[in-house]
């Protein structure tokens, strides 16, 4: 659930959602037609206030689930900005370390990056060089430096162990902080009924179908998407600019080995 719309493409969810509440209008307006062939007219006051309150109910969600994936998008931007400045100080620092391993460890930040930046935009590793095997081999030089010079390599080490941390913490904003899928669930649920008291009304009023209810399904559809598009890093349209980690590739291959 938690992988909701992993598998329809971004367009194909604007559609969808357009077309399912197109739909449900036109269910509503129907049955409230027939109801009133059966039954006789139908009071429109009463049906338009509970298809109001069914529409604000529908307004908050959706402004409560973009929230979500905005804060998600924001977090996702300062991880990247943080993880970027964690390898840039590492890489500086590694002039306090013996000249011994400092080329060994420089080559594995910079390669470090390339990896950040194939991962970002949902390129596969190359071999040998994914986040794990590249974080592995910086930890076994930065134990030995450890080793070597006792008390005299702390602050290394400890961005050494920063960049570590920062990779777990992209990862989790990145992959594991989505917008719950029995939160889509639940709002999906919210606008069908909610198309469906909007098609009753119009029905009961004995209004024609307006192709204003177009331009409000086209609008729901939209925000919509954006949010499913937040919700799906490096897969859709909106992504966050790599800008940083770039700039740091660029700077790392100026510096000295």
């Not at 590492?90 to 400092?102: A, S």
């Not at 910079?110 to 794990?132: F, T």
């Not at 594991?176 to 198309?195: D, H, K, M, Q």
Request: net charge neutral; hydrophobic share 50%; glycine share 8%.
């Amino acid at each position: 659930m938690d992988r909701f719309f992993a598998d329809i493409p971004i367009w194909g969810v604007f559609a969808a959602t357009l077309v399912l509440i197109l739909t449900f209008v036109e269910v509503g307006h129907r049955w409230a037609k027939r109801r009133q062939g059966k039954s006789g007219p139908e009071k429109e006051a009463p049906v338009g206030a509970m298809a109001s309150a069914t529409l604000a109910l529908l307004a908050f969600l959706l402004a409560f689930t973009f929230g979500l994936a905005a804060d998600a998008f924001h977090a996702r931007k300062l991880a990247l900005v943080a993880e970027a400045n964690a390898i840039r100080m590492t890489y500086l620092l590694c002039d306090v370390i013996p000249e011994t391993h400092r080329a060994e460890i420089r080559a594995i930040l910079r390669r470090y990056v390339d990896e950040r930046l194939r991962w970002a935009n949902g390129q596969p590793d190359e071999p040998g060089a994914s986040a794990k095997e590249l974080l592995d081999q910086l930890w076994k030089y930065a134990g030995i430096v450890g080793e070597q010079n006792p008390g005299g390599v702390d602050v290394f080490l400890s961005s050494v162990s920063r960049v570590i941390e920062l990779q777990q913490e992209r990862l989790m904003v990145r992959e594991r902080s989505r917008v719950p899928g029995e939160y889509w669930v639940v709002l999906y649920l919210i606008a069908i009924l909610g198309s469906i008291a909007v098609g009753y009304h119009s029905g009961v009023a004995g209004a024609s179908r307006s192709p204003v209810m177009l331009s409000v399904a086209i609008a729901f559809s939209a925000v919509i998407m954006v949010i499913a598009d937040l919700d799906r890093p490096g897969q859709g349209f909106i992504k966050v600019s790599q800008e940083p980690m770039v700039d740091l590739r660029a700077a790392l291959a100026g510096s000295k080995p």
